[in-house]
């Protein structure tokens, strides 16, 4: 399906799993993502988010926050914060970038807070996410790119395996580091069809 004009498109604003709340960042979210990142998270989210993992000012922070949640009521990208429905806790996001429209491409990613890692969260709120991408997007095919040195690669490629998704290939030295080093991206994907007929599909 060619989306021609993406504001046809019905975008909820709240998307729900069985243990969490997934929806885009409100202003004021900024000062709840400061504390996750002073929480021990700085390293750990270096690599994923740059300038904003390493900042000390809260306004810089928010004003990102706020410039993500315009992204998303424009349909530029979709990320959205995954909060515990029990504890109201901020544990991790989702980003969802549309690499084309017109063939129903588009490239997903994700986070866990450090102290929220071994709990399922992201496998949950991914599978959600996924629902809304082939849904509410009209996807066709969604792409994982994970980076090979990553400090987290192997959790990485394991969610994605556990969300169904079925290894494509390496792509070799694409990616240039601080230090003048080259590595590699695996790609990961999924398509509409496959996912519909998997279990983790129809049981949310």
Known sequence: MIIEDTSELEIPDVIETKRFILRPYQEGDGQMFFDMLEHDNRDHLKELLGLVASSDEIEFVEKWIC????????HDRFVMGIWS?????????????????DSGHFEIGWFVDKNHQGKGIITEATIR???????NLNAHKVTVRIRENGPYAIKS??????CGFIYEGLLRETIKLENGDYTSETYYGLLKSEFVSLEIYKSM
């Open 67 to 74: 410039d993500l949640g315009k992204d998303w009521k424009d």
């Open 157 to 162: 490629k394991n969610i994605a395996e556990r």
């Open 85 to 101: 429905k029990s504890t109201q806790d901020f544990l991790g996001h989702i980003w969802i970038e549309p690499m084309n429209w």
């Open 129 to 135: 996410a996924l629902i809304f991408i082939f849904n």
